[in-house]
């Protein structure tokens, strides 16, 4: 929950998907194993209303599965009992998570007629070898072509996009991610592949035929993805999974599954920040560093691991992230000492 959206999530896992997708196993993912009815809705939506004032737009949402590929009978019930919330002032919104290849017109009048108003598209990737690879069941084009019909039937769109999947590459994540931008979301997630047991990744994983995505692997290429949709105003409201007590007791058997993934991936980040700043400094100097209070720990890395890195890369013979007045994600080089001579360069990075 953040200061502008208060989310209810209710869970449907693997109701309506026709597919099974090699990484997917909703159940151990969501931490849910019932599947949700029009009372888990009301119940959910009671359970809110009795938690402190979030100061926001309190939202329901449909996670899990394929939502719009349920029987319609069984979509209008779950979202009648939302829509009833609506009614009465105890809900602002809905949001769902669906398939490109789950969405026409027909389902979009449905949508708008309960009071969807945020439908996320799992498009996972846009290149349609990694797609098939993946048992994903449709293609870049069914992506383009749902997104561009919700966009037009008046809905908010977020996309989902992962990174590390069969078939995978850094270079394709990043053109996924372009083209995402390109459809004009107006939000965006970012799920690193997890390998979770019992799922065909898993199996393909220990016959050796996947190569493991792992924690590393996913900071490093969504240090280059972040940035991309920041500088496209695409704000992107999570950074892999959700941390549930099934995946952190073992379930994730491997891939990028760790409960901070965010906070890594705007460290690194946030140490390619400064490394463009430090570009070009004297080995053996003394450098200050500038961040906002918020980022001061991002800035400095778990363990003062980008410190590290920085003294050990630049040859410096100590490098220090002070408070300083700049927007939340900015580095501002304050000083290099070398030799007794103090530079002051101001320097940003935002």
């Known amino acids: 929950m ?28 969501s931490g849910s194993r019932e599947s949700a009815t029009a009372e888990t809705v009301r119940q959910a939506i009671e359970a809110a209303a009795a938690l402190p004032p979030c100061g926001a ?16 009978k069984r ?24 398939r490109p290849d789950a969405i026409d017109g027909e389902v979009l009048e449905r949508l708008r007629r309960f009071g969807v108003e945020t439908v996320e598209l799992g498009a996972q990737s846009m290149d349609d070898k990694v797609l098939r690879l993946s048992g994903r069941g449709h293609t870049a084009a069914d992506v383009e072509r749902a997104a561009a019909a919700i966009k037009a039937a008046g809905f908010r769109l977020v996309l989902q996009m992962m990174t590390g ?52 692997d996913a900071v490093r290429v969504c240090a280059k993805l972040l940035p991309l949709f920041e500088e496209a105003c695409v704000p992107v409201i999570r950074l892999g999974l959700n941390p549930t007590e099934e995946l952190s007791g073992g379930e994730a058997a491997g891939g990028a599954y760790h409960p901070a993934l965010g906070e890594l991936v705007k460290s690194r980040v946030m140490l390619e920040k400064m490394r463009m700043l430090l570009a070009g ?17 991002q800035a400095i ?3 003062k691991e980008n410190l590290l890195a920085l003294r050990r890369e630049f040859g410096l013979r100590d490098a220090k992230v002070v408070p300083a007045a700049v ?3 900015e580095i501002l080089l304050l000083s290099v000492e070398n030799g007794g001579e103090i530079l002051y360069n101001n320097s940003v990075i935002s």
Do not use: N
């Not at 400094?281 to 720990?297: N, Y």
């Open 165 to 216: 999947l069969p078939g995978d590459s850094d270079e394709k994540d990043m053109e996924t991610a372009r083209r995402l931008i390109d459809l004009r979301p107006d939000g965006a997630r970012i799920y690193p592949t997890v390998i979770v047991r019992g799922t065909p990744l898993w199996e393909l994983w220990k016959r050796g035929e996947y190569r493991e995505h792992t924690v590393e």
């Open 57 to 72: 737009k309190r939202q329901l949402a449909f996670y899990g599965g394929s939502f719009t590929a349920i029987p319609a």
């Open 75 to 98: 979509q209008e019930e779950l979202l009648a009992a939302a829509a009833e919330a609506i009614g009465r002032g105890a809900l602002d919104a809905i949001r769902l998570s669906t």
């Open 2 to 29: 953040s200061a502008r959206e208060c989310v209810i999530p209710v869970f449907v896992p693997h109701q309506g998907c026709p597919h099974r997708c090699v990484f997917c196993d909703q159940r151990r993912i």
């Open 281 to 297: 400094t004297p080995q053996d100097s003394r450098v200050v560093l500038g961040a906002a209070e918020r980022s001061l720990s």
């Open 301 to 303: 890395g778990q363990k």
């Open 327 to 329: 927007e939340e994600g």
